[in-house]
């Protein structure tokens, strides 16, 4: 069973109360969610931006091997949106559940905020547009990776869940070093002024979609446990419990940037002066010894 969302409440007494039908619903559902979001990731930004680096460009001069590269990945992805699609058809025909659009966001939820493609447009100015596109597909395929690993995390290595996943997390492995590559030769061909406009920017993306702070975490929570049918009240005392008991992290410890920020220190971005002090100023990094370590 798909149950990854559910494990911070696990031994609350409110959440223990909930029926197994209940849960196994929510797991059905939760597993629709993430296969409509991995189809429509795949074929609506991924792959479109796969097509451009393999043909029109970014306006950044590519190798021909990175030119390949983006057609093999390309086609990973769109096989990916094709198994989403066909598990999304056999779990509507079997058991009439269909996925759901959330309402409030989880830390991998950007409905709550400006999408992240505007942010980095309005970051980086007009005429950069394609290089904005380009840096969010290298976070997202640096990022995304860590979900689904969290998922698989909690699989058995026998269950269908595991199975369905596994293989697009060994592609998403490759396509990790990849962007990682394209990332730091981008980095490299571009003004110095270019690199400081282009690492504030990332530093603010950082900031604003994967800091897990006290009211993204409780958002991320109370919206899963209102999907278990909980009352209100439950939803804020099971969410607000488990953050006493879990603690919260400091910004340099969260999960959610462990992935960016090797990204960045691969892609030579963490060795950039300016980008750096503001990576340890906002707390990204503890101090200057840890960011060139
Ligand atoms: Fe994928
Ligand atoms: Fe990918």
């Given at each position: 069973m798909f149950v990854f969302p559910l494990k911070p409440f696990a031994g609350h007494e409110r959440f223990e109360a909930v029926g197994k039908e209940r849960i196994q619903e929510f797991s059905v559902r939760a597993a629709c969610n993430m296969f409509l979001g991995v189809s429509s990731f795949e074929v609506d930004f991924v792959t479109a931006q796969c097509s451009k680096l393999a043909g029109?460009?970014?306006?950044i001069e590519l190798p021909d091997s990175a030119k390949r590269v983006a057609v093999a990945i390309g086609t990973d992805e769109m096989y990916h949106a094709f198994v989403a699609n066909e598990c999304l058809a056999d779990i509507k025909r079997f058991t009439g559940i269909v996925p759901v659009a959330q309402e409030a966001g989880g830390?991998?939820?950007?409905?709550?905020?400006?999408?992240p493609l505007e942010h980095f447009k309005e970051a980086l100015g007009p005429g950069n547009e394609a290089l904005a596109e380009v840096t969010l597909l290298c976070f997202l395929e640096n990022n995304f990776t860590e979900e689904l690993y969290g998922i698989a995390k909690?699989?058995?290595?026998?269950s269908q869940m595991h199975t369905i996943i596994r293989e697009h997390v060994m592609d998403e492995g490759r396509h990790m070093v990849y962007f990682q590559r394209l990332l730091k030769h981008i980095w490299s061909s571009i003004t110095e002024e270019m690199r400081c406009t282009l690492g504030k920017s990332m530093v603010d993306f950082c900031d604003i979609y994967l800091t897990l702070d006290e009211q993204t975490v409780m958002g991320g929570y109370t919206s899963t446990l209102r999907q278990l049918g909980l009352s209100e009240e439950d939803c804020i005392t099971i969410a607000r419990d488990t953050i006493l008991k879990d603690g919260l992290l400091s910004k340099d410890e969260m999960p959610s940037i462990v992935n960016p920020k090797h990204l960045m220190k691969v892609a030579g971005v963490l060795e950039h002066q300016p980008t750096r002090d503001l990576m340890i100023a906002s707390g990204w990094l503890k101090d200057a010894a840890v960011a060139v370590a």
């Open positions: 029109a460009g970014i306006g830390p991998a939820d950007f409905n709550a905020r400006k999408p909690g699989q058995t290595p026998e």
